[in-house]
């Protein structure tokens, strides 16, 4: 079983994050980013990130997606590939093919698509 309690990942705070997208915010195209990320609001597209990305509760996402590990509280349509983590909690929904090294379906969850674990 995976603890919460054995990662920084889940225990960042807003100031962690050097770009937030706000719960009023809605955007289309493609997002590159170096930096941990977080959506509260509706992105469209593709986002490629180079660290961590959180996809909050409330948060509406329609794109591909790949970072270092992945969050998911709210709800994703799309391909993601976490190259560490994908972490799909209870409040999660994912529709999608995923890939990572480590993959968490918190129960409670919901996921469709293919699973694919890599070393």
């Known amino acids: 079983m995976y603890d919460l309690k054995d990662s920084d990942f889940f225990d960042m705070d ?3 994050f050097d770009t937030i997208v706000e719960d009023d915010i809605s955007f289309t ?3 590159k ?5 977080m959506i509260r609001g509706k992105i469209k597209g593709h986002i490629d990130s180079e660290s961590d990305l959180v996809i909050d509760t409330g948060a509406v996402v329609e794109a591909d997606i790949t970072a ?6 709210g709800k994703v349509k799309g391909n ?4 560490k983590l994908i972490f799909v909690a209870s409040t999660g ?3 999608g093919d995923i890939k990572s090294q480590k993959i968490v379906l918190e129960p409670g ?5 293919k ?3 890599v070393k």
């Open 33 to 37: 980013i170096k930096k941990p990320f």
């Open 14 to 16: 807003d100031d962690a």
């Open 68 to 73: 270092d590990r992945v969050l998911i509280r």
């Open 29 to 31: 195209g493609s997002v």
């Open 80 to 83: 993601v590939h976490g190259e």
């Open 93 to 95: 929904t994912l529709n």
């Open 109 to 113: 969850s919901e996921f469709t698509g």
């Open 115 to 117: 699973c694919t674990m």
